[in-house]
C-alpha cells in the first residue's frame, strides 16, 4: 500500500526536521570547540551524523514505499549561546520538539491505517526517549558543575569518550 499524500508530505516535514537537527548539532560542534572543549564538541558532531543518519532511516522508508521526497530548504541555527548549558539546554529543547513531531507523524500514521509506518516510528519513539535522557543527564552534570573549570574539563575529557549509543547504532 502507498502511503497517502499527507502522510508522505508529513514524512518529508520529519526528514527536513532530521537535517535542520543534524545542523543545530553543527552548529553546536563548532561553537564548543571555538571554547576549547572539544570533548564536547566531538560529542556535538556524533549527534550531528546521528542525525543524519536519522534523516536517510525516513528518506529510504518513504522511497521503500514508493513515496516521494521533496527535499525543505534546512534553516541556519539560531547559535547564539551563553554559556555551554545554555548549548545543552537548546539541545534538550531540540530534541523534545523532535519527539512531540513523530508523536505527531505516529498518530497521523494510525489514524489514517497506515500500520506499515508504524514500527518505524516506534524505533524512533524509543530513540527520542533515550536522546532526552542522555541530554538531560549532561544539563544535571552541568548544572553541579557550575563555575567550576576545572570539574568542566573532567566532564569534557568523559564527553570526549562519548556516553550514549555509538552513531552507527542508529
Ligand atoms: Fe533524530
Ligand atoms: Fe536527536
Redesign the pocket.
Known amino acids: 500500500m502507498t502511503m497517502s499524500q499527507t502522510l508522505q508530505a508529513a514524512f518529508n516535514d520529519q526528514i527536513q526536521l532530521e537535517f535542520s537537527?543534524a545542523y543545530t548539532y553543527l552548529g553546536m560542534a563548532a561553537w564548543c570547540e571555538s571554547r576549547d572543549l572539544a570533548g564536547f564538541a566531538r560529542w556535538m558532531r556524533a549527534?550531528a551524523s546521528?542525525?543524519t543518519q536519522?534523516a536517510m532511516k525516513f528518506l529510504d522508508f518513504v522511497l521503500e514505499r514508493d513515496g516521494t521526497i521533496t527535499l525543505q530548504p534546512i534553516e541556519a541555527p539560531s547559535g547564539g549561546f551563553s554559556s555551554v548549558l545554555d548549548v545543552l539546554e537548546q539541545a534538550l529543547g531540540h530534541?523534545q520538539r523532535?519527539t512531540a513531531a513523530i508523536g505527531r507523524l505516529y498518530g497521523q500514521a494510525s489514524e489514517e491505517g497506515d500500520y506499515s509506518s508504524l514500527p518505524l516510528l516506534q524505533w524512533f519513539m524509543g530513540e527520542q526517549v533515550e536522546?532526552e535522557a542522555t541530554v538531560r543527564q549532561i544539563v544535571a552534570e552541568l548544572r553541579m558543575v557550575g563555575d567550576d573549570t576545572s570539574a568542566l574539563l573532567l566532564l569534557d575529557r568523559d564527553m570526549g569518550g562519548r556516553r550514549g549509543p555509538p552513531p552507527d547504532a542508529a
Do not use: I, K, R
Open positions: 537537527s549527534q546521528e542525525e536519522h530534541e523532535v536522546e
